[in-house]
């Protein structure tokens, strides 16, 4: 509720993608940073991070996802965007998962945040790329 709110506010002065990906780099660096012995409240403050960036990114991807088709497509956009963030998630849960029973957990760690990192850089290049305006006919 609140998060949202503030996630709110905080997509409306920037673009989305910097704002998620953002969100992205805050939530892996704060996960490297638990990696060790004894920090359970690293970890508790993660997982309060993670939630924070996914009510930021979340909240700027729904509204994305149901202006950019128009009125007469945004629930086919809508639907569209959820399949797509389950199924992401659950994929991605699986292969953090693999990273997870690591018997080296610093390995494990890195490996997670090199995953992570990579990802955001394809969602960057897939941002940064030109696009053609809809309206223009070839």
Same mark, same amino acid.
């Given at each position: 509720?609140?998060?949202?709110?503030?996630a709110?506010?905080?997509?409306?002065g920037?673009?989305?993608?910097?704002?998620?990906?953002?969100?992205?780099?805050?939530?892996? +660096?704060?996960?490297?940073?638990?990696?060790?012995d004894?920090? &359970? &409240?690293?970890?508790v403050?993660?997982?309060?991070?993670?939630?924070a960036?996914?009510?930021?990114?979340?909240?700027?991807l729904?509204?994305?996802?149901s202006?950019?088709?128009?009125?007469q497509?945004?629930?086919?956009a809508?639907?569209?965007?959820?399949?797509?963030r389950q199924? +992401?998630?659950?994929v991605?849960?699986?292969?953090?998962?693999i990273?997870?029973?690591?018997?080296?957990s610093?390995?494990?760690?890195?490996?997670?945040?090199?995953?992570?990192a +990579?990802?955001?850089?394809?969602?960057?290049?897939?941002?940064?790329?030109?696009?053609?305006?809809p309206?223009?006919?070839?």
């Amino acid at each position: 509720g609140l998060v949202a709110l503030v996630a709110g506010l905080i997509e409306a002065g920037h673009d989305t993608s910097t704002v998620s990906a953002v969100a992205l780099l805050l939530t892996g +660096g704060v996960l490297l940073g638990a990696s060790g012995d004894g920090r &359970w &409240w690293l970890l508790v403050t993660a997982e309060l991070v993670i939630g924070a960036g996914t009510a930021i990114y979340s909240t700027a991807l729904n509204r994305t996802a149901s202006t950019s088709l128009g009125a007469q497509a945004a629930g086919l956009a809508s639907g569209i965007y959820n399949t797509s963030r389950q199924v +992401g998630q659950s994929v991605g849960i699986a292969v953090l998962g693999i990273f997870a029973v690591m018997s080296d957990s610093s390995t494990a760690y890195v490996a997670a945040i090199l995953l992570v990192a +990579g990802s955001v850089a394809v969602i960057a290049a897939t941002e940064l790329r030109p696009r053609s305006s809809p309206n223009h006919q070839p």
